[in-house]
């Protein structure tokens, strides 16, 4: 891949994605705005990149000119494909407006993209959400983490329930609902898995904006749905990251009262595991990803069935959810 050089004089926007430093993405000023859909609400001037980390460099460019590794994809997402060379040392990626190369050995990737304005623009910027979400799923992988598509809301105790689940399974209904009682929130839309220093495993946020109901406020569900910034919202109600303490699969039935019901290990393995599909992208790493998603299945889990009943009544949502807080409030 030659691309177009970044341009000179330019120095890359760079963004520190997780709380240790050691992953950051660099990009060039020019494409910084398509940036804005995927780039997660982080404190980037207080988090400085760890010397030799892992980079994820995005410059303007052709991405025809990025020469697939041979085989069928390995994993897809919205319109990217990524193929794993045999020795699973390279990705390639590829969307229609963006394209790059992942070295899984030397922990790095470049992506390029093209320049599009308008319409256009708007679907490159959709293109680059894919590809870049699946090189990090891949280079958290070489890193021992695992990227899952979940939210994460803490309790008053300190431990942080995983809200794993499809889009539109209730996950940021229920993360607001539980801030308004005093809960704390690490993401409602990415987060990281990895094992701490003692072996316990944390969950880490790459929050976004929260898509609610345009009705939330006035308990109206069924509306079409708006952005809103959670920091501002809810100031001071963010933990960067925070230990795992179990897992919750919701999902919404309107008709039905919410319960919550426990699940065994192996159902939530199976369920988590849909929601971190990369992790068998990589064969290198698919077997430490998956013991680490094993670990996290062994803490508690539930079913969450969501119904109207609860649907901004955060009080009968707290009752239904004492058999996993003890009652915290």
Aim: proline share 10%; hydrophobic share 45%.
């Amino acid at each position: 891949m030659t691309g177009l050089p970044p341009a000179a004089g330019a120095p890359p926007a760079v963004f520190t994605l997780l709380e240790d430093g050691r992953l950051r993405l660099e990009c060039h000023p020019a494409l910084a705005p398509l940036l804005d859909r995927w780039l997660p609400l982080l404190p980037y001037a207080t988090t400085a990149p760890t010397p030799g980390g892992v980079a994820i460099r995005i410059h303007p460019g052709d991405p025809a000119n990025v020469r697939p590794v041979p085989g069928a994809p390995v994993l897809r997402l919205g319109g990217a494909r990524a193929r794993v060379d045999d020795h699973a040392s390279t990705a390639t990626l590829h969307a229609a407006a963006c394209g790059g190369v992942a070295d899984l050995s030397g922990g790095c990737a470049t992506l390029w993209v093209a320049p599009a304005q308008g319409d256009a623009a708007d679907a490159a910027g959709w293109d680059l959400y894919s590809v870049l979400t699946l090189a990090c799923a891949l280079l958290l992988g070489r890193m021992d983490r695992a990227l899952v598509h979940a939210a994460a809301v803490v309790a008053p105790g300190g431990g942080a329930w995983l809200l794993a689940g499809d889009t539109h399974a209730g996950k940021s209904t229920t993360c607001v609902n539980l801030i308004t009682t005093g809960w704390r929130w690490v993401t409602d839309d990415h987060g990281v898995l990895a094992r701490g220093a003692a072996g316990a495993i944390r969950v880490e946020g790459w929050p976004r904006r929260f898509h609610l109901d345009a009705g939330w406020d006035e308990g109206v569900p069924g509306q079409p749905r708006g952005e809103v910034d959670p920091h501002r919202r809810w100031p001071g109600a963010w933990l960067r990251s925070a230990p795992l303490a179990g897992l919750l699969f919701p999902r919404v039935e309107p008709d039905r009262p919410t319960a919550l019901i426990p699940i065994p290990a192996a159902d939530a393995l199976s369920g988590l595991m849909r929601q971190s599909p990369w992790l068998l992208g990589d064969r290198v790493r698919a077997p430490q990803i998956l013991s680490l998603l094993r670990a996290a299945c062994e803490r508690p889990a539930f079913s969450l069935r969501l119904g109207l009943d609860t649907y901004r009544d955060a009080d009968r949502l707290l009752r239904v959810l004492e058999p996993v807080t003890g009652g915290e409030r």
